[in-house]
Each structure stands twice: as structure tokens, then as C-alpha cells.
């Protein structure tokens, strides 16, 4: 394993940043704006995508779109990761191809 890197001033101030970020999106709007087809909900298909999204189980997924006392907010973790995926599928045309490669090359890293 190589030497850590020293966080210099200007990646503090992008981790400030990010930390700052109130970034996030409801299930309800990420269904709403990707055009998941509201008869295909009666399906599991449309919520495994959450799922899969959020790493979530498809039985919490289906709680985020129940009624009642079956409902269950998701968690802030979770809107951030369908601001992201909403982010990724909304410039993956701008997005080089090698920082796709180099972001999924960091899966796993410790």
C-alpha cells in the first residue's frame, strides 16, 4: 500500500463543500422525473432499480411508497444516492468515459 496523501487547502475545501451540500431526492420525484411507467410499480421491477440504487432491500424500497402505517421515510443516505444516480443520468454524455472507468475502479478500495 502507498503513503496517504496530506489533504492540502484545496481538498479540504472540496470535502467542506461536499459536507455542505444538501444534496438529495425524494423516490417520489426520482420516479417522477425518469419516467418509471406507474403500471410497472405494480411490479417489483421499477423498485428493485431503487433498491439496487440505494443497496436497499426491495422489502424497505416498497415501504417508501406505502401508505400509512406501512410507510417509511427514507433515510438521508438514500436521497443522496438518487441525487447522485439523478446527477450521473443526467450528464453521463459530459462525463469522460475514463473518469466513469476510474470511478467505478474505486469500488472496494480500502
Request: one cysteine or more.
Amino acid at each position: 500500500m502507498t503513503n496517504p496523501r496530506p489533504l492540502q487547502v484545496r481538498e479540504q475545501n472540496l470535502i467542506d463543500l461536499y459536507s455542505h451540500c444538501q444534496l438529495g431526492m425524494t423516490p417520489k420525484n426520482f420516479y417522477a422525473k425518469w419516467d418509471v411507467n406507474h403500471e410497472a410499480m405494480s411490479s417489483d421491477k421499477p423498485l428493485r432499480v431503487y433498491a439496487r440504487i440505494c443497496s436497499r432491500s426491495l422489502s424497505t424500497v416498497r415501504r417508501w411508497f406505502s401508505k400509512g402505517r406501512n410507510y417509511r421515510s427514507p433515510m438521508p443516505s438514500d436521497l443522496r444516492h438518487l441525487a447522485l444516480m439523478d446527477f450521473l443520468l443526467e450528464h453521463f454524455e459530459e462525463i469522460p468515459e475514463e473518469f466513469l472507468k476510474i470511478l467505478c475502479s474505486l469500488t472496494g478500495r480500502k
